[in-house]
């Protein structure tokens, strides 16, 4: 086994779901058969932080045309590198980036990504979510060549075996030509003002579509004020802009772990639940008994949320007398 | 401008799927479908790009007959003219194999925009577009809430689109057309069709393309073995009764056994 693990920066340090995708790359093989690769303009660093874990080699993939991240740049600098190490897996982590370039790359190499896998059993067999969660689906590598994984967040615990010598690090320089790169991609800037911070909150009431009319919001948001708790929701509320942007849950909101998450109406897609699987209490009413929102609750309540979110309220309202 | 949107039909949202006998994919039979949610922003955003510039908005589908409902939906919604590429075995291709077959479709047309959703709603695999990007050796932007035509020379366009990244971060990006954009939801406000776009949809042009005829390798480079059920991560304790039980039995939870209120 030749593994490649792709390693992202964050905040100037490798990412967490970068670390976990590594982990996840110990189902494939040992950490010795394992090389790291770190990508950009600047790799000194990254590399630095990797080769302090027993990766049999860090590879630092730099190019001055490889900042700011581009599809087209990471796609011919590391299907170069592809062809040069030969590898039987490509690891990623399943991040908006990865999104983007990897399933160009895995094409340049006749070969179609298995996304956003959360688990890895002998064979190899991966393991990925169907139909917004309600399923899973187990898929093997069918074609010749290198097999392509992406690993999704929080799926696997970041642990590594640190280095006890060296680890050797490589540098590789690929040849790109500015022409190549063919989109040129803005500064990265916040959406709306941020009025609310939901990431403080104790308690949160969290709606979704199956509240069904913007009309229906009151009744939710009563139930918010007897508890004292801040009102959120999940994306396809605040996409019908029923509540503003700031109030959604989910990667591409709000992270909240407050000691009591209300979701009401609300399926569990993972794009949610990384948002909230760190409260302390989950509830979840949702008239659904297979909705995902119930791996992760706590308490729940099967039932229609037009019924049981007005009697809830008034129950929280008794208590609190 | 002439602009291809792909959409694919998936089953409803609320619809109960279940696992087939072969284990290996659901059952079909009574199932409603609908067209993936993306997509109907993908299509909204290319209407509006077509009442500001003009142009031609065509959409394709891959699937078998049944397609045809949704695509008959995007004609009505104003959708100029439609590809169906027919195709009975969709299941057993991968993301690779469905991406032949639209790149194949899609290339004698030489749009200048093509549109995908960002990600299908059944298989969630998010990469289609992008790899008919690839396939078609054109630029994509992934991600894209909102598109606009900043520079036009000729036939040539520059497009500036609103990217999302995460957290509440965003990004514009440029690239010059032909272009593939990768729609993400909620970028827009969704147009219902009205009833005289739903008459004028029967007479539009739905030209159907066989999968076979395409000249495409089927054979996955992955493969779809097994579905089962999702192993649950906590135990829940469902709490029964009537509205007014349940939601008493959890108060009291929540304040002796949870300690959260
Ligand atoms: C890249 C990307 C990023 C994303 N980012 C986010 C994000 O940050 N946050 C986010 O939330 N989503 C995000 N999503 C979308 C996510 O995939 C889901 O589509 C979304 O979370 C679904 O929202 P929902 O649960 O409200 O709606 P649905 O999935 O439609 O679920 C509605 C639920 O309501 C229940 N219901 C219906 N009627 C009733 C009733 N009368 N009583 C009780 N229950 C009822 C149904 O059983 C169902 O479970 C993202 C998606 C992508 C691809
Ligand atoms: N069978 C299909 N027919 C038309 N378009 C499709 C099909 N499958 C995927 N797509 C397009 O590719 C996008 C991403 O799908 P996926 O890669 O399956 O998540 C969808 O939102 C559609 O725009």
Known sequence: MRVLVILEERGGHISRTSWEAATAALRLAPMQEITAVVIGAQTELPAAEAAAKAFGKVIRVEHPLLAPYTSDGYCAALHQLIQQEGPTQVVFPHTYQVRDYAPALACRSGQALIGDVIEIADGPVFTRQLMQGRLNGSYRHAGNGPCFVSVQAGAFRAELPDAAAATPIETFTPAIDAAQIRTRPGEPFRGSAQTVDLGSAQWIVSVGRGIREAENLPLVQELATALGAELAASRPICDNGWLPMERQVGSSGQSVAPRLYLAVGISGAIQHLVGMKGSQCIVAINKDPDAPIFEVADYGIVGDLFEVVPALTEAVKAAKQ | ?261
């Open chain 2, 1 to 261: 401008m002439k602009i291809i949107v792909a959409i694919k039909q998936v089953p409803e949202r609320d619809a109960q799927v279940h696992i087939d006998s072969s284990g290996q994919w659901i059952e079909e039979a009574n199932l409603q479908y609908a067209m993936n949610e993306p997509d109907a922003y993908a299509l909204e955003e290319a209407l509006q790009l077509k009442e500001k510039a003009g142009g031609e908005v065509i959409v394709i589908s891959t699937g078998p007959e049944r397609v045809s409902q949704t695509i008959r939906e995007a004609l009505a919604k104003g959708a100029d003219r439609a590809i169906h590429v027919v195709c009975d075995d969709l299941a057993a291709r991968d993301a690779l194999g469905v991406a032949r077959l639209l790149a194949a479709a899609i290339q004698p047309e030489s749009p200048d925009l093509l549109l995908t959703g960002l990600q299908s709603e059944d298989l969630g695999l998010g990469q289609t577009g992008v790899i008919v990007a690839e396939l078609l050796g054109l630029p994509h932007a992934s991600l894209i809430l909102q598109v606009e035509i900043i520079a036009k020379e000729g036939s040539k366009a520059q497009i500036k689109a609103r990217r999302e990244l995460e957290e509440g971060w965003f990004q514009s990006i440029e690239l010059p057309s032909p272009a593939v954009l990768t729609i993400q939801s909620g970028g827009n406000k969704l147009r219902y069709a009205t009833l005289m776009g739903i008459k004028r949809a029967k007479t539009k042009e739905v030209r159907t393309v066989h999968a076979a005829d395409l000249g495409v390798s089927a054979a996955p480079a992955v493969a779809l073995e097994a579905i089962t059920l999702p192993k649950k991560q906590k135990s829940t304790q469902i709490l029964n009764g009537s509205a007014e039980e349940a939601a008493a039995a959890l108060v009291e939870k929540l304040k002796f056994e949870a300690r959260v209120l």
